[in-house]
């Protein structure tokens, strides 16, 4: 591939990020607004580098419309490290019991977490039975703990290894137990679509699927939680309390200052192209042209994720052989093919294999046109 061809990268995470983002930081690298040195080199202590911070934070509440009584945290240790802080921070106490509804490989760890950690767990539904191919069962056949012994209810939005959206309605939220607080893992859809955060007790999301690069997770969490659902019998390490971080404006040690700077830049430029409106209405077409893809290549393409719960972010799909199964031979060469055309990072995870195109907010339409032409090219030369 020549150096002035385009690179369309299709990364799970860290993944894509917007190209004007990477241009002004490139611009900005030696020296951020004339301050003689670079973001990286800034102190956290200092005016420049806390002016950064409250912008991120200021746009980041505008794009997502986040009301006056929720915080926002920046951490570390990525959504992984919540697992173990949503425990610690708001469980209650081991008398109480957490509701986990598993729908992949993401949530299941988080119930490993809350488990080793000693949490009564309740799984209330968990698709991995079908592969978690999005197929839950029907909510008023779910289990849930009674609101007065339940500390909370937790689910992931979007799993990034198995494809799965979950689908953010009002019949859903309608369904749960009355007053116990809902935690939602939205690391890879976050700012994807528009939310109500009112819904939600406590979000948290690793950068690097739609904020920026890895290396900080941001959390919006309401006020009345922080400090007041602690487990007593667990001491919470201090990078995991969530006090702590909330009395320190996030900075009780140095922050990574360098993924804010780029989350802040992120932020506006998605305000610049219209903010969630816009965003929303590109992700839907972007993903819609894949599945329609698919759906039209007569059985030669086929995503393993039931339909109303196919992920916009993240779309998996098999390639099948005359011989009626999943073709790893064919696989290989349409990775090896499509890499050849600059179309990279589009091997699926190494616990399902197939196919996997991630379409994250900086994934421009054009990239999504490259692949799905690619695909209908090398349908037919392989049929």
């Known amino acids: 591939m020549s150096q002035d061809q385009k690179t369309w990268n299709f990364s799970a995470g860290p993944a894509v ?37 409250s912008k991120a934070e200021q746009d ?13 945290l920046w951490m570390q240790g990525g959504a992984t490290a919540q697992f173990s802080a949503v425990v610690y921070n708001l469980l209650g106490s081991f008398d ?15 119930v490993e977490e809350a488990q080793r950690l000693g949490a009564r767990v309740n799984v209330v539904a968990n698709t991995k039975s079908t592969g978690h191919n999005g197929a839950l069962p029907p909510i008023s056949s779910w289990e849930f703990t009674p609101p007065s012994e339940s500390a909370y209810i937790y689910y992931t939005s979007n799993e990034t290894v ?17 007053g116990v607080p809902v935690i939602c893992d939205m690391s890879s859809n976050i700012m994807s679509r528009k939310i109500d955060i009112t ?21 919006i969490i309401r006020e009345d939680l922080i400090g ?57 077409r972007k993903s819609s042209k894949l599945y329609d893809t698919v759906a039209k290549s007569d059985g030669f393409y086929r995503c393993p994720v039931k339909e109303g719960y196919r992920s916009r972010m993240n779309i998996p799909f098999r390639i099948y052989g ?18 050849g055309r600059g179309m990279v990072q589009l091997k699926g995870h190494r616990s399902v294999g197939g196919i ?16 799905t032409g690619f695909m209908e090219e090398f349908r037919r030369a392989n049929v």
Not at 97 to 109: L, P, Q, R
């Open 199 to 219: 819904k939600y007790a406590c979000i948290f999301a690793g950068a690097q699927k739609n904020i920026g690069p890895a290396g900080v997770t941001v959390l």
């Open 60 to 72: 980041f509440r505008q794009i997502l419309s986040i009301p006056k009584n929720y915080k926002v």
């Open 96 to 110: 109480k019991t957490a509701d986990y509804i598993v729908t992949g490989a993401w949530t299941s760890k988080a």
């Open 228 to 284: 007041t659902r602690v487990n007593p019998s667990l001491t919470i390490p201090i990078m995991l309390d969530y006090k702590i971080c909330a009395e320190n404006n996030s900075m009780y040690n140095t922050p990574p200052t360098y993924s804010i700077y780029i989350a802040g830049l992120v932020f506006e430029w998605l305000q610049s192209i219209g903010g969630l409106a816009a965003i929303e209405a590109l992700n839907l």
């Open 162 to 178: 198995h494809g799965v959206e979950f689908p953010d309605d009002e019949a859903f939220f309608s369904s749960l137990p009355a």
């Open 17 to 53: 990020i917007p190209r004007p983002v990477l241009e002004r930081a490139q611009r900005e690298l030696l020296n951020w607004n004339n301050c003689g040195c670079s973001v990286m080199e800034l102190s956290h202590r200092s005016p420049e580098f806390e002016s950064i911070l």
């Open 322 to 339: 005359k011989d009626g199964q999943a073709s790893k031979e064919l696989e290989g060469k349409f990775l090896k093919e499509a890499e």
């Open 356 to 371: 996997r195109a991630s379409l994250y907010n900086a994934m421009p339409e054009e990239g999504v046109d490259a692949l």
